[in-house]
């Protein structure tokens, strides 16, 4: 359950005992954003009566549906919730999130509801492959939380998920970065020199190594040493920051802010939620495609909506002003291009956090 994306995984013991590598996901249905398939945005939908209505990809394309016939301003939408948890210092059980018009629900709810979802979701995949073999009863459920979270958020989550129809006596919650961990043990990934020669081979007895988990919202580390007897041993207390990818898209929103002005930002992403939203999509895509040592320009596909909500609110040709910006960005048809060097920049300050800190962990 993520900050941007959620999805599953599931695993038949006996699948586990000949290769724990066997796991099994789902592919979502995601249109043309390829890529993400094996997560689903973390978006939940409700509607005017509060009840539970679409989670995922459906829920951004039904609220952008309701936004452009003007009738979603009494449903509640919910986008990356997870780190509003995160960010309150205390969690009451009546803590409520806000949505995207600044209503409000109970985190509980919200949360809960999601998972339900994502539990019905699995249970139907299981029933298709398993055909009623597996018993709910037989089931371990296990959710992975981040490791800098606190006690009490921990602690809302799984009581989140036992609303979400999860068993307590059934559910473990796991930090992702020793997830992570144990995944990696089993992968053959550890480069041996010997002879000149490299190979690849499993973690092996007395190996310490780091993992580091970089989320949506957070990034999360953890030491840990193998021990003789196959287990792990951790050497470093799990830890982290806010960090994470979201961090990246904070950055391009307020990239536009600064070329085309707040104003005009505000307006687009207001008169055109559903441009809006393919804008993002088309960000989340082409920011894994940016590298440090990039030379080329990133275009972005941008909805004519986004220049005319320029012209409405500044004035003038967008096209002109733009180049003013020097060579940082540039609007090529429907398109706007975007200077590698300024692509880059996107990353320095979640990067700068993370090496400061790996500085300090060392």
């Not at 970065?177 to 550890?190: G, Q, T």
């Not at 220049?307 to 500044?314: G, L, Q, R, S, V």
């Amino acid at each position: 359950f993520g900050t941007t994306f959620s999805g599953y995984a599931y695993q038949m013991l006996s699948d586990f005992k000949e290769d724990p590598l066997r796991v099994s996901g789902f592919t979502w249905t995601s249109g043309s954003n390829a890529g993400l398939s094996l997560k689903t945005p973390t978006c939940v939908l409700f509607d005017p009566s509060q009840n539970f209505h679409s989670f995922g990809i459906e829920a951004e394309d039904k609220y952008t549906v309701l936004a452009q016939e003007e009738d979603h301003r009494n449903w509640y939408y919910f986008r990356r919730f997870k780190m509003q948890l995160y960010r309150s210092q205390e969690i009451p059980r009546d803590l409520t999130l806000e949505d995207d018009q600044g209503k409000h629900l109970p985190a509980m709810k919200v949360i809960g509801d999601s998972i339900n979802y994502l539990r019905k979701h699995l249970m139907d995949q299981i029933d298709k492959k398993a055909q009623g073999v597996i018993r709910p009863s037989e089931i371990t459920w296990v959710l992975t939380v981040p490791a800098i979270w606190s006690d009490p958020a921990k602690q809302f989550m799984r009581e989140a998920a036992v609303k979400g129809g999860i068993p307590n006596s059934q559910l473990m919650l796991a930090l992702e970065p020793e997830a992570a961990s144990i995944y990696c043990k089993h992968v053959p990934s550890e480069k041996m020199i010997k002879g000149g020669k490299s190979h690849l081979d499993a973690f092996s007895p007395g190996t310490k190594y780091l993992i580091l988990d970089a989320g949506g919202g957070t990034i999360d580390i953890t030491v840990q040493e193998v021990q003789y007897d196959g287990s792990i041993k951790q050497l470093y207390m799990a830890n982290g920051g806010d960090w994470g990818g979201t961090k990246v898209d904070q950055a391009f929103e307020e990239f536009l802010q600064e070329v085309l002005t707040s104003p005009a930002i505000y307006r687009f992403r207001d008169s055109d939620k559903a441009g809006h939203l393919d804008l993002l999509r088309e960000f989340e895509i082409k920011k894994r495609t940016i590298k440090p040592d990039s030379t080329s320009k990133v275009t972005f596909k941008v909805p004519i909506s986004m220049k005319e909500a320029y012209e409405e609110e500044i004035g003038g040709d967008l096209k002109a002003s733009l180049s003013k910006t020097g060579k940082r960005v540039n609007w090529v048809g429907d398109k706007l291009r975007m200077d590698a060097d300024s692509a880059r920049e996107l990353f320095d300050s979640p990067c700068n956090y993370i090496i400061q800190h790996l500085e300090d962990i060392f």
